[in-house]
């Protein structure tokens, strides 16, 4: 399976020239993670983390665990898996066999971790549900993206993850498109529904929306 990940392409939100268009350099930038994605990464860690409750009696002692692959593809969520680590399970250390982005066979080892058992059987299941779910959006996108051949694959923002299953989408090869609704301009069904005026039509109340709009100002949406 080939793997390429696109650089650069973070023009600012509404001074878009052309499609298709990225926006990978608002989630990571100079070798970390941006603000914006880390504020995302923090929200859904923190509330994996409450979410287990404590995780019950555990046995006393240290421990080692190894993660392994179930089938190959692209590895992604290591910033993650690093975020979630430093903030909750701090007394767990980590070493990575892989980087984020690397094809990964079946069976192999992508992270051992080292620490007392409580903490490694409460951060288990969080650390395989965000591995798994962001690894299988960038082998699948991957995968859609080499069979697309010149054409890009994009992702919509039906994204059950918000920015980290767009990270997943960068990570396989594709574009992230919109990250929020104020990033450019979308006129969809629920726009218009919302618009409409007392008795207009549709096909009115379309044309007067698409009136209002600056073509220049948004000409690499329309």
């Given at each position: 399976?080939?793997?390429?990940?696109?650089?650069?392409?973070?023009?600012?939100?509404?001074?878009?020239?052309?499609?298709?268009?990225?926006?990978?350099?608002?989630?990571?930038?100079?070798?970390?993670?941006?603000?914006?994605?880390?504020?995302?990464?923090?929200?859904?860690?923190?509330?994996?983390?409450?979410?287990?409750h404590g995780g019950?009696?555990?046995?006393?002692?240290?421990?080692?665990?190894?993660?392994?692959?179930?089938?190959?593809?692209?590895?992604?969520?290591?910033?993650?898996?690093?975020?979630?680590?430093?903030?909750?399970?701090?007394?767990?250390?980590?070493?990575?066999?892989?980087?984020?982005?690397?094809?990964?066979?079946?069976?192999?080892?992508?992270?051992?971790?080292?620490?007392?058992?409580?903490?490694?059987?409460?951060?288990?299941?969080?650390?395989?549900?965000?591995?798994?779910?962001?690894?299988?959006?960038?082998?699948?996108?991957?995968?859609?993206?080499?069979?697309?051949?010149?054409?890009?694959?994009?992702?919509?923002?039906?994204?059950?993850?918000?920015?980290?299953?767009?990270?997943?989408?960068?990570?396989?090869?594709?574009?992230?498109?919109?990250l929020d609704r104020?990033?450019?301009?979308?006129?969809?069904?629920?726009?218009?529904?919302?618009?409409?005026?007392?008795?207009?039509?549709?096909?009115?109340?379309?044309?007067?929306?698409?009136?209002?709009?600056?073509?220049?100002?948004?000409?690499?949406?329309?």
């Open positions: 399976m080939s793997f390429r990940t696109i650089e650069g392409g973070g023009e600012a939100r509404h001074g878009v020239a052309t499609l298709p268009h990225d926006r990978s350099a608002l989630l990571w930038s100079a070798d970390c993670p941006t603000p914006l994605f880390l504020d995302s990464i923090d929200r859904w860690v923190d509330a994996m983390v409450a979410d287990e019950g009696d555990a046995p006393e002692g240290l421990v080692e665990a190894r993660i392994s692959t179930k089938d190959s593809g692209i590895l992604c969520g290591r910033p993650v898996a690093e975020r979630l680590l430093s903030r909750h399970f701090s007394e767990c250390s980590s070493e990575w066999g892989v980087s984020e982005g690397d094809a990964v066979e079946k069976g192999q080892t992508v992270l051992v971790l080292h620490g007392p058992a409580d903490g490694m059987l409460r951060l288990e299941r969080i650390l395989l549900n965000l591995l798994g779910r962001l690894s299988g959006i960038s082998s699948n996108t991957a995968h859609w993206a080499e069979s697309a051949g010149s054409m890009r694959v994009a992702a919509t923002r039906k994204t059950e993850w918000g920015l980290l299953d767009k990270w997943g989408i960068h990570i396989g090869g594709g574009l992230t498109h919109r104020g990033d450019a301009l979308m006129l969809k069904e629920n726009d218009l529904a919302a618009m409409m005026g007392e008795g207009e039509g549709e096909i009115r109340a379309m044309s007067r929306m698409v009136s209002s709009v600056d073509m220049e100002q948004h000409a690499g949406f329309t």
